[in-house]
């Protein structure tokens, strides 16, 4: 492997590629012989399995924070005392008595530690480790994760009015009731429900942007927004929204609000906090979504009923797609295509499947995706997520800057060079990190690649030890060996 670029490198240095050449066939169908290899390498043992989730938070996150294989920035444990914590657990609902009943030794503040633990799949120890520090300070959302108590809560009639009270400053007021009004057309899509804005004081909803203290009809509202509450709502038949001015929109971008939105009008209709990350009742912004995932929908229409007119847009056919968001080769060999929110296999070409049944927490619409070691890393505007064996990393979705420094947001592909380098590309641009000094230690112009700028998606063949750049329907083979850049026109999956 080369060393990091500096001006005297050469072209050969700069791709720390090895310099036996090697030509390419113009035309190989390289997709339809991929076999793709990938190089694991292993920390502390071997990969956990999904049926020991009582301990994969804490291993996998010991793994990440002290191996210094890991290609990211370790994440920064939050200061959380004892006494923070149970403030925290209070809002949310948690009640010491159950534990307590069944272990008399716990104190109060370790039953409520312990319960929270337990419904989160966290090492349920009571003690207040770094695994649970850093869940409990994760903005989200205050309703209590118990509230609801299996009540079935619901509104007894289809047609509901709401009325904003008020606006952030220094925000369009078109903007926030348009992202307002698309997140509740999501809802009435999959429903048999309508929302119509009013200026009634006196609808159904009433939706209020305030600060820890804030009002609530006609009065204060009893529960205050803190320094980690994105918002909180009331079920039925109440019907509240209150947003946290602190997030919004000062620090949070109109994505984060949509689906903030999204999450808080489920419990105005009667749902629950959810435990499963690929669901928009989930109480932490992890997934991004641009409408209610299926695990939602089903809910809902239990609940009300289903959309009696429309219909449901069909999945599509991946011959029929002139585009991939990403291509990503796993650690299990398998090479996956993904647009939107499905992916495709060579298993699954004619059937796509939704990423989040692969990837629970992941957004449903990707900008690069990646595979190192163990861990597979998918991007999105500013923010990465993080998986192993399929479930998402304790502290993820992060800001890219903060986990591979050097790395621009919106990014349009990624891809690894064996064990040392990504490159990550961006219109014209290139940037390469170094996996083991976790900085971009060079970056230059995409066409000392040969390809065009805005390439769709990238990926690396470790077999022919090429980078493959994917635009439309055109596949850009750069040879490590050779430095030479073969065209292919085939299609992939047997189209």
Sequence with gaps: MCEPYNASDSVIQLIGCRTQFRMVPRGTNLL????????????SGAPIGLDEAIEIFSKTLTTMETDSQSPVVPIEVPDLTEDDAEQILDQLGFNSSAEMMQHEYLSDIKSKIMQYQRLYGLPATGELCRETKISLRRPRCGVSDVAAYGEDYKWTKNLLTYYVRNFPAGVSIDSVKNLLRTAFDQWSAVTNLDFNETENMNA????VFGSRH???????????????TLAHAFFPQIGAIHF???FYFGTQNEDDFFNTAMHEIGHVLGLEHSVNPASIMYPSLVARFSEIPLIDVEKIQFKYGRRERGESTPSPAFCSLDKFDAVLNDRNKELYFISGKYYFTRNSAHTPVLLSEKWPGVPDHLDAAITIASLTYMFRGE?????ENNKLELGYPRKIRHTFPGIPKNLDAISRYREKYLFAFKNEHYW??????????????????????????AAFNETQNAIIFF???????????TLQTTTDYSRPLGC
């Design 432 to 457: 390469r990190y170094n996996m083991e000094k976790r900085i971009v230690d060079h970056s230059g112009e995409l066409t000392e690649f040969g390809v065009p700028s805005r390439v769709d998606a």
């Design 204 to 207: 159904d909803i009433e939706i």
């Design 244 to 246: 946290n001015t602190k």
């Design 383 to 387: 923010e990465v997520w993080a998986f």
């Design 471 to 481: 635009k439309s329907n055109t596949r850009y083979v750069y040879d490590c060996d």
């Design 32 to 43: 339809g012989a991929w076999c793709l290899p990938l190089v694991i390498i292993c920390s």
């Design 214 to 228: 804030h009002p609530h009809r006609w009065q204060y509202c009893g529960s205050e927004l803190g320094d980690t």
